[in-house]
């Protein structure tokens, strides 16, 4: 089938990244994320902080992203924004925006599922995966195996009944004393230590994930070694930060290589911000190699929350003309 010309603003704000893209045709031309440091200061995501952030920062970062897309607003055919799931207060800022601009500029609005968008970022650059395949969802706010059956059929087959895989490791940073998002410092560390302490995997029926009980054990751990020796951390902090990476590390693996089996599918893809984390990235590529598994991992920038996956679930509304009403409500659950 030709695909409609288009040319696509789109913007994300559901937690506490607020991001804008441009897509012309498909391709994307700008995709300008500002992050939120503010959160550091208190040890993880203050949501009321989250839409304040997002308000003083939405009309820089779209028009930066128009302005590094070399398009003028009038070219625009259509805006596409995240209207869920994600934080109440954050995705009001940026739906309200994207729907202002929308009614101004008389085009069409496309609200976006940021889950399904995450899947639907393996479209962004090729090779492109192939349906149906699985894809397992890992950030911050988000741990879920999804099979996409195709572009709209998407069965989550598994998620987490607690933490997210994200929150798993920057909570376990927390407890290590390290600086929030705890998750890429510790990957650092653990490529310099040896994952001698065994911490265990929990037991969790189905294709679903659990992390809280990982994150009381490490904490048990630290308790009583720090009891033995008050400077148990600081002397064993890479080999702490292996062990910890390599506990959750074969969690998602164990699950990924389930739902594999179970659905006899070797299209794997990999989502979300924890994507970045070296340990996983080997761990599923030794396991895809052994089973013949073709993976697919996006560029960085497509993996954490951004507004380039946005764009590309909203040219694909696009093509078959569904458009949202200006009465498009925010969500914080739902796929
Ligand atoms: O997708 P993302 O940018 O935002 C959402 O949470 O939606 O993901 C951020 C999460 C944080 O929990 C951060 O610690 C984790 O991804 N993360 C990592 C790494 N890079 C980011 N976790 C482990 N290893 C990394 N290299
Ligand atoms: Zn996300």
Known sequence: MEKAQACILAIESSCDDTSA????????????????????????????????MHQENIALVVDAALD???????????IACTAGPGLMGSLTVGLSYAKGL??????????????????????????VPVFPFLCLTVSGGHTQIVLVK???TFEVLG???DDAVGEAFDKSGKLLGLPYPAG???????????ARFPFPIPQIDGLDFSFSGVKTAIMYFLRDEKKKDPAFVANNMNDICASIQHTLVEILSRKIMQAAE????????????????????????VLGEARGWNLYIPAMQ??????????????????????SGLDAKPYVRGM
């Open 302 to 323: 497509y993996c954490t929350d951004n507004a380039g996956m946005i764009a590309m679930a909203g040219y694909l509304q696009f093509q078959k003309g569904r458009f």
């Open 102 to 127: 929308a009614l101004s500029l008389q085009i069409p609005l496309i609200s976006i599922n940021h889950m399904r968008a995450h899947v639907l970022s393996h479209f962004i650059d090729d090779p």
């Open 262 to 285: 179970e659905h006899h599918i070797s299209e794997i893809a990999v989502a979300g911000g924890v994507a970045a984390n070296s340990g996983l990235r080997r761990a599923l590529g």
């Open 68 to 78: 590094k897309a070399g398009i003028q607003p009038d070219q625009l055919d259509a």
């Open 184 to 194: 890429p410092i510790i990957d650092k560390y653990a490529s310099l230590g040896d």
């Open 159 to 161: 998620q987490t009944l």
């Open 150 to 152: 195709d572009e709209d």
């Open 21 to 52: 893209a441009v897509m012309k045709d498909g391709v994307v031309l700008s995709n300008i994320i500002a992050s939120q440091a503010i959160h550091a200061k208190y040890g993880g995501i203050v949501p009321e902080v989250a839409s304040r």
